[in-house]
C-alpha cells in the first residue's frame, strides 16, 4: 500500500512538472534576445554561404553629348536673362553734399 501511494504520487509529482513546463515561459527580454540571437545565427550562416557578386560595371557615359546637353542648357538661359546695363558715375561728384541736400530739401 505504501510504496503504491509513494508510486502515485512519484507520478503526480512528475506529471504536475510536465504541465507547468509546458505552461512555463521565458521573460520577455529573454525571448527577444534568443529570438534575435538566432536571427543573427541564421543571417551569418546565410552570407557565409552565400556566393560573392560578380562585379559589373557600369558603361562609360558619353561625356561630349552631356556637356554638349549641359552648354545648350546653359546658353538658352543665357539668353531668357536680360543683361547688366551699367550706370555712368562721376568722380568728383562727392556724396556728402548729396546727402545733405536731400535733408535741406526736405
Same mark, same amino acid.
Given at each position: 500500500?505504501?510504496?503504491?501511494?509513494? %508510486?502515485?504520487?512519484? %507520478?503526480?509529482?512528475?506529471?504536475? %512538472?510536465?504541465?507547468?513546463?509546458?505552461?512555463? /515561459?521565458?521573460?520577455? $527580454?529573454?525571448?527577444?534576445?534568443? =529570438? /534575435?540571437?538566432?536571427?543573427?545565427?541564421?543571417? %551569418?550562416?546565410?552570407?557565409?554561404?552565400?556566393?560573392?557578386?560578380?562585379? *559589373?560595371?557600369?558603361?562609360?557615359?558619353?561625356?561630349?553629348?552631356?556637356?554638349?546637353?549641359?552648354?545648350?542648357?546653359?546658353?538658352?538661359? $543665357? $539668353?531668357?536673362?536680360?543683361? =547688366?546695363?551699367? *550706370?555712368?558715375?562721376?568722380?568728383?561728384? =562727392?556724396?556728402?553734399?548729396?546727402?545733405?541736400?536731400?535733408?535741406?530739401?526736405?
Amino acid at each position: 500500500m505504501q510504496n503504491q501511494e509513494d %508510486a502515485d504520487r512519484i %507520478a503526480r509529482i512528475q506529471k504536475r %512538472a510536465q504541465d507547468n513546463l509546458a505552461l512555463a /515561459s521565458m521573460h520577455p $527580454r529573454m525571448a527577444i534576445y534568443e =529570438t /534575435s540571437k538566432e536571427e543573427k545565427e541564421k543571417l %551569418a550562416k546565410k552570407k557565409f554561404e552565400e556566393p560573392k557578386k560578380v562585379f *559589373k560595371a557600369n558603361p562609360i557615359p558619353d561625356f561630349e553629348k552631356l556637356q554638349k546637353n549641359f552648354q545648350d542648357l546653359l546658353d538658352a538661359k $543665357r $539668353r531668357s536673362k536680360k543683361p =547688366t546695363e551699367s *550706370k555712368s558715375f562721376a568722380f568728383q561728384e =562727392t556724396r556728402v553734399i548729396v546727402f545733405c541736400s536731400f535733408f535741406i530739401n526736405n
